[in-house]
T-cell receptor, first 112, second 115 residues
Framework: KAGVTQTPRYLIKTRGQQVTLSCSPI?????VSWYQQTPGQGLQFLFE???????NKGNFPGRFSGRQFSNSRSEMNVSTLELGDSALYLC???????????FGPGTRLTVT | AQSVTQLGSHVSVSEGALVLLRCNYS??????LFWYVQYPNQGLQLLLK??????LVKGINGFEAEFKKSETSFHLTKPSAHMSDAAEYFC?????????????FGKGTHLIIQP
């Protein structure tokens, strides 16, 4: 069974631009969560989606948004990029809400 | 609210020596506890998890962890370190209610293996 895939793996954007990251969960998994990982703040929860609905949201500004499609694939969008948004963005999927999470390799976003 | 504290941002051990990575948690409800490993430029891989069954949990790659409620600890151990164990290790807690705020992670411990 294929694991969680994230595209692109690496991304360089300019401050003020917007970016969309994609996550394809493991087949059969209906829950997708997103995390931001930075050296200073560590791993922080962004949001969780289940059955196309956002179930939970972390403490991030409204510039961070996401959605989930009927096939459980998820995207997250960051608008008006700031230098501090440079991070590794990890996606994780699980069969159900709160279930064991399986992480993808992440998307490394660099904002210049 | 829940939180995780990992003692020691860096731990260095010799190859063949005991590995001990410390994790203390706080949770208002019986917790679900996890250890994840992250190799450079990769995502997180689950090593083991505690979900209120046996207090001694065995995971992959020879790692195990013991849940001690009285000490609110979930330390990770491995009897004999191998060079391939060098990585970043994260302890995490979940209230298990359905991902109200996802997993709460510790800051991580970088494990260094000396030859």
């Amino acid at each position: 069974k294929a694991g969680v895939t994230q595209t692109p793996r690496y991304l360089i954007k300019t401050r003020g631009q917007q970016v969309t990251l994609s996550c394809s969960p493991i087949s059969g998994h209906r829950s997708v969560s997103w995390y931001q990982q930075t050296p200073g703040q560590g791993l922080q929860f962004l949001f969780e989606y289940f059955s196309e609905t956002q179930r939970n949201k972390g403490n991030f500004p409204g510039r961070f948004s996401g959605r989930q499609f009927s096939n459980s694939r998820s995207e997250m969008n960051v608008s008006t990029l700031e230098l501090g948004d440079s991070a590794l963005y990890l996606c994780a999927s699980s069969i159900a809400e709160g279930g064991e999470q399986y992480f993808g390799p992440g998307t490394r976003l660099t904002v210049t | 609210a829940q939180s995780v504290t990992q003692l020691g941002s860096h731990v260095s051990v010799s190859e063949g020596a005991l590995v001990l990575l410390r994790c203390n948690y706080s949770s208002s409800v019986p917790p679900y506890l996890f250890w994840y490993v992250q190799y450079p430029n990769q995502g997180l891989q689950l090593l083991l998890k505690y979900t209120s069954a046996a207090t001694l949990v065995k995971g992959i790659n020879g790692f195990e962890a013991e849940f001690k409620k009285s000490e609110t600890s979930f330390h990770l151990t491995k009897p004999s370190a191998h060079m391939s164990d060098a990585a970043e290790y994260f302890c995490a807690v979940s209230d298990g209610r359905g991902g109200a705020d996802g997993l709460t992670f510790g800051k991580g411990t970088h494990l260094i293996i000396q030859p």
